[in-house]
């Protein structure tokens, strides 16, 4: 009798565990479908621009403009002015425009001049507005 009662127990831990496996089984399942609807819903990304020297400004000038506040992220809260970012952004800028002289097409050149000149006066105002930080 007491081998039939460990039979009967085996029988109840098996069918538990297959249960338990099941119900993992569905969750896991539910999990990969929101996951999937998800990620249909998520407009894809489109096609990359040509990289160049101009899209390396570009992206180099936007980084300067983040950090000065001038650019925001549509939704999010207004950032307080980065000035060392900006600056090092700015840098950035100028040893490109250093290290490529007589390198560039005049567009380019035109291009990098034209930039480094806006964000540069982009910085001197947002640094005549904010207050100096104390030390």
């Given at each position: 009798?007491?081998?039939?009662?460990?039979?009967?127990?085996?029988?109840?831990?098996?069918?538990?565990?297959?249960?338990?496996?099941?119900?993992?089984k569905?969750?896991?399942?539910?999990?990969?479908?929101?996951?999937?609807?998800?990620?249909?819903?998520?407009?894809?990304?489109?096609?990359?621009?040509?990289?160049?020297?101009?899209?390396?400004?570009?992206?180099?000038?936007?980084?300067?403009?983040?950090?000065?506040?001038?650019?925001?992220?549509?939704?999010?809260?207004?950032?307080?002015?980065?000035?060392?970012?900006?600056?090092?952004?700015?840098?950035?800028?100028?040893?490109?425009?250093?290290?490529?002289?007589?390198?560039?097409?005049?567009?380019?050149?035109?291009?990098?001049?034209n930039?480094?000149?806006?964000?540069?006066?982009?910085?001197?105002?947002?640094?005549e507005?904010?207050?100096?930080?104390?030390?």
């Open positions: 009798m007491a081998e039939e009662k460990k039979e009967e127990e085996k029988i109840i831990i098996d069918e538990d565990w297959k249960k338990e496996a099941q119900r993992e569905e969750i896991l399942a539910a999990q990969e479908e929101a996951e999937k609807k998800k990620a249909e819903e998520k407009p894809p990304r489109g096609p990359l621009p040509e990289g160049n020297f101009a899209a390396l400004i570009s992206m180099l000038t936007t980084q300067a403009f983040f950090a000065l506040g001038a650019l925001q992220v549509k939704g999010q809260e207004g950032k307080e002015p980065d000035l060392e970012l900006a600056k090092y952004n700015i840098d950035m800028l100028e040893t490109i425009e250093e290290k490529t002289r007589g390198n560039l097409t005049e567009d380019e050149q035109k291009v990098l001049e930039t480094l000149g806006q964000v540069r006066m982009a910085y001197v105002q947002v640094t507005q904010v207050p100096p930080k104390t030390q």
